[in-house]
């Protein structure tokens, strides 16, 4: 687990930036926040982590296993993927870094060490919004 929570550099920052972030608005501030801002504050950066935590684990949109010899008989629509040469659906791509196809890959999300698709797309929307 602590492989994966650490899969890039740029989620170790993001981890320092929650710690910074922690560390002025709690441990330094010399006058404390109303119990009002401290909920809703508080109740935002949960929402974000729970995002962090759920999209590092959340199945991204893997192929089933048995849709390929589906597609091979004729009785799903496929195209030929022009990097691996595999047999894929609409709007899938096959993604190097999580070594797997897709289902409607958007990006990889190098801060967050995972492709970002079909399965996990409003998570990765979700933690941007709180993030802002």
């Not at 687990?1 to 320092?16: F, Q």
């Amino acid at each position: 687990m602590a492989r994966r929570l650490l899969a890039t550099p740029e989620l170790a920052i993001i981890y320092a930036f929650e710690a910074l972030n922690f560390m002025v608005h709690v441990a330094i501030r010399p006058v404390a926040w109303n119990f009002t801002s401290m909920a809703i504050g508080y109740g935002l950066w949960g929402l974000q982590l729970v995002c962090l935590v759920v999209l590092q684990h959340a199945d991204f949109g893997r192929v089933p296993n048995d849709w390929e010899e589906l597609a091979a008989k004729g009785a799903e629509h496929a195209i030929v993927d022009g990097k691996s040469g595999r047999l894929v659906p609409p709007r899938a791509r096959h993604c190097r870094r999580a070594g797997a196809v897709v289902l409607g890959l958007d990006h990889y999300c190098h801060w967050l060490g995972t492709p970002i698709g079909y399965g996990n797309r409003n998570l990765f929307v979700l933690f941007c919004g709180y993030s802002a």
